[in-house]
């Protein structure tokens, strides 16, 4: 996360490495390189025989991150929900820990071409990867009334999610929308109360960038993953900075954290399983002073859970609340 354009300062820093307890020999992924804030601090401590792998589904985050010659690292163009194939493409089988930094970055914020923010004018696309999906615009153009509703109000937490959408459709039965200064107008003259420091058109962009990058899905599908990639004593550490994302992830390694008990009870002490998971401290967010620094990072909340030696059985992650973390 950056506080302006050109400069970068990865969120909770200090935090996510001491969190991660690197070993100088480990193998380490970051599965949003960004601009590589968090990599270049990992690659500091360690040794030669150490290795990191880092994935980023945007363009220009891979082309920035082909710009470190060291050996002992790559970078992969993927989004979360392949990464046990990019692991493999790597050939890596058990990392020791891997920090997912979520949510949009400050350089794609920052960059008027890319849609993602209200306060600068430019096409309304809000993609990670612009050479995959729909952008949002051409979902605004897609969407009936209920569909944009159910979004902005579930992905946003707009209150007037409804008055939100029947100003969309009215709208673009005049003219397509198509720029970020447009929807923000029209979000502006439909919200009808102003949440202090907040402009009015926050949440529905924030709706309309996870539907479009379909953020919570791939959060959900890379969780797992992680798991199941991680060798026995490894971290996984991941910051979030909404709540929709953050319940996924607290909600997951809670469940992670509980033994996936069989139907045939009741059992000896000896048999019990082990859980997948322990969960390293509480959740963590930002001092005031990286706050003040950098207003970006005071929605951040980093969570952390350390693999334990149980083994891996993919139907475990179902056993465990069926879709309850999911919700």
Not at 145 to 174: C, D, M, P, T
Not at 297 to 325: G, K
């Amino acid at each position: 996360m950056s506080t302006t354009a050109g400069t970068h300062h990865p969120v909770l820093a200090v935090e996510a490495l001491a969190a991660l307890a690197i070993r100088p020999e480990g193998i380490y992924v970051d599965g949003t390189f960004g601009r590589g804030g968090h990599s270049r601090l990992i690659l500091e401590r360690l040794g030669p025989a150490g290795r990191l792998v880092a994935l980023d589904r945007d363009p220009q985050a891979v082309a920035a991150a082909r710009a470190i010659a060291d050996p002992r690292f790559s970078i992969t163009h993927a989004p979360f929900s392949a990464l046990a194939q990019a692991l493999d493409e790597q050939g890596v089988a058990r990392a020791h820990g891997m920090l997912f930094d979520l949510g949009v970055s400050s350089p794609q914020l920052d960059d008027p071409a890319r849609g993602f923010s209200f306060r600068a004018a430019g096409p309304l696309d809000m993609r990670m990867d612009p050479s995959q999906g729909m952008s949002a615009a051409d979902w605004l153009a897609a969407a009936s009334e209920s569909q944009l509703r159910e979004a902005i109000g579930e992905y946003g937490e707009e209150r007037f999610a409804k008055q939100v959408a029947a100003a969309i459709v009215a709208a673009r039965r005049n003219a397509p929308i198509r720029t970020t200064r447009q929807l923000a107008d029209l979000v502006g003259a439909a919200v009808r109360t102003r949440e202090p420091g907040q402009d009015p058109a926050t949440r529905t962009f924030q709706a309309l960038r996870i539907l479009v990058n379909r953020e919570l899905e791939e959060v959900s599908l890379m969780l797992p993953q992680a798991v199941a990639r991680l060798a026995p004593g490894g971290r996984l550490a991941v910051i979030a900075f909404h709540s929709l994302e953050d319940r996924i992830v607290k909600r997951f390694l809670q469940a992670c954290a509980r033994p996936a008990l069989p139907r045939d009870l009741p059992l000896r002490a000896s048999e019990l399983p082990q859980a997948l998971l322990r969960i390293v401290g509480k959740a963590v967010r930002p001092e005031r002073a990286e706050t003040a620094a950098n207003p970006r990072a005071r929605s951040a909340v980093l969570r952390v859970a350390e693999r334990t030696a149980a083994p891996f059985d993919p139907s475990l992650i179902n056993r465990i609340e069926p879709d309850a973390w999911r919700s």
